[in-house]
């Protein structure tokens, strides 16, 4: 009836909106899973919470947790967990000028920066699509991540083994769907095996996060980039 | 954990985010540039996929996330769904782990 009914009602029958939401729904389970094993290892339930908060970055929050708690040095925890995340630094020279809207939006925009906003983002046509793609999911995450490793935490073990329900191959299987538009294109393509197979082969010699840096050489097997490439953006 | 940890973590990491949208504010960047840092990007994601599709904390990961994953990759190229993709995924490794075909 309303504009603002009918926008709602789009809203939700949107299919950015919808594979967001699912996204979101798992990243849930695994930021529970986070919260469970990290309070079964007597880390208080207050400080990882803090932790899914102002670090935001999933992964590195699992291996500082893992490392920590084995009886690491902090710094090794630190350290291992910045290479795991080094990746973001390319990753906001790719998408910082959907940012670049005064400071507050880069500000901001920079923390909520994760693999599925980059993702949902490099899946959409123009750049004012990108830009709502980046701020839904990054938006999504985050209010996702922080409170259900809370949840996780109070919950305890109850929450089960996020290996049982099948996300951690669920988490990679998204992120190759995002990406699957962009693989369509054979030079893209070309680029992202040559990279896959060295990040691959790299996994067993280096430390963990510099495999996928590494990668990053397979850029190379796109240039030069062809004449009519040039104008398009 | 010490909140050492926590804050240095997230300082790096906040740091590392931040650092491309402010190069990005200084530089003049050409469209050759601009295409190239996108596919720099799908490069980076790719990896990541491929890494983790197959590896857990350095070691091999086991057959049935590779199953999964390499179900939702097969869907996902016949442009099936989003959301059929991840459950798709998700399934194949679960049912695996469930009849312990695969580890």
Same mark, same amino acid.
């Given at each position: 009836?309303?504009? =603002?009914?009918? +926008?709602?009602?789009?809203?939700?029958?949107?299919?950015?909106?919808?594979? =967001?939401?699912?996204?979101?729904?798992?990243?849930?389970?695994?930021?529970?899973?986070?919260?469970?094993i990290a309070?079964?290892k007597g880390v208080?339930?207050?400080?990882?919470?803090?932790?899914?908060?102002?670090?935001?970055?999933?992964?590195?929050?699992?291996?500082?947790v893992g490392l920590v708690t084995a009886g690491a040095?902090?710094? +090794?925890?630190?350290?291992?967990?910045?290479?795991?995340?080094?990746?973001?630094?390319?990753?906001?020279?790719?998408?910082?000028?959907?940012?670049?809207?005064?400071?507050?939006?880069?500000?901001?925009?920079?923390?909520?920066?994760?693999?599925?906003?980059?993702?949902?983002?490099?899946?959409?046509?123009?750049?004012?699509?990108?830009?709502?793609?980046?701020?839904?999911?990054?938006?999504?995450?985050?209010? /996702?991540?922080?409170?259900?490793?809370?949840?996780?935490? @109070? @919950?305890?073990?109850?929450?089960?083994?996020?290996?049982?329900?099948?996300?951690?191959? /669920?988490?990679?299987?998204?992120?190759?769907?995002?990406?699957?538009?962009?693989?369509?294109?054979?030079?893209?393509?070309?680029?992202? /095996?040559?990279?896959?197979?060295?990040?691959?082969?790299?996994?067993?010699?280096?430390?963990?996060?510099?495999?996928?840096?590494?990668?990053?050489?397979? =850029?190379?097997?796109?240039?030069?980039?062809?004449?009519?490439?040039?104008? +398009?953006? | 954990m010490?909140?050492?940890?926590?804050?240095?973590?997230?300082?790096?990491?906040?740091?590392?985010?931040?650092?491309?949208? %402010?190069?990005?504010? &200084?530089?003049?960047?050409?469209?050759?540039?601009?295409?190239?840092?996108?596919?720099?990007?799908?490069?980076?994601?790719?990896?990541?996929?491929?890494?983790?599709?197959?590896?857990?904390?350095?070691?091999?990961?086991?057959?049935? &996330?590779?199953?999964?994953?390499?179900?939702?990759?097969?869907?996902?190229? &016949? &442009?099936?769904?989003?959301?059929?993709?991840?459950?798709?995924?998700?399934?194949?490794?679960?049912?695996?782990?469930?009849?312990? %075909?695969?580890?």
């Amino acid at each position: 009836m309303s504009t =603002v009914q009918r +926008t709602r009602t789009s809203f939700w029958r949107d299919a950015l909106v919808r594979d =967001v939401l699912s996204m979101a729904l798992a990243m849930a389970i695994v930021g529970a899973s986070l919260g469970a094993i990290a309070v079964s290892k007597g880390v208080p339930l207050w400080m990882i919470t803090l932790m899914g908060a102002v670090v935001f970055a999933g992964g590195s929050e699992f291996m500082a947790v893992g490392l920590v708690t084995a009886g690491a040095a902090p710094i +090794t925890a630190v350290l291992s967990g910045l290479m795991l995340n080094a990746r973001h630094l390319p990753f906001g020279l790719a998408v910082g000028g959907l940012l670049d809207r005064g400071w507050p939006t880069r500000l901001i925009g920079s923390h909520l920066m994760v693999d599925e906003a980059v993702a949902f983002a490099m899946a959409q046509r123009t750049p004012e699509q990108k830009r709502r793609a980046y701020w839904l999911t990054g938006i999504a995450l985050y209010c /996702a991540w922080a409170p259900s490793v809370f949840l996780g935490g @109070l @919950l305890g073990q109850g929450v089960g083994d996020p290996g049982a329900f099948g996300l951690d191959a /669920a988490m990679p299987a998204a992120l190759l769907a995002l990406i699957m538009p962009s693989l369509r294109e054979f030079r893209t393509l070309r680029a992202v /095996a040559v990279g896959a197979l060295i990040a691959v082969l790299t996994t067993p010699l280096l430390p963990e996060g510099l495999p996928v840096m590494v990668a990053l050489v397979g =850029v190379a097997a796109v240039l030069p980039l062809p004449k009519k490439l040039e104008g +398009t953006r | 954990m010490t909140l050492g940890v926590v804050f240095a973590l997230a300082a790096g990491t906040y740091a590392m985010r931040l650092a491309g949208p %402010l190069l990005r504010g &200084r530089l003049r960047i050409s469209p050759q540039w601009e295409q190239l840092m996108s596919i720099a990007a799908i490069v980076l994601l790719g990896a990541f996929v491929a890494t983790s599709a197959l590896f857990e904390s350095g070691g091999f990961a086991g057959w049935a &996330r590779f199953a999964g994953v390499a179900v939702g990759g097969v869907l996902a190229w &016949r &442009r099936a769904p989003f959301v059929l993709v991840v459950v798709a995924a998700a399934g194949t490794t679960a049912l695996l782990r469930l009849f312990e %075909l695969a580890a």
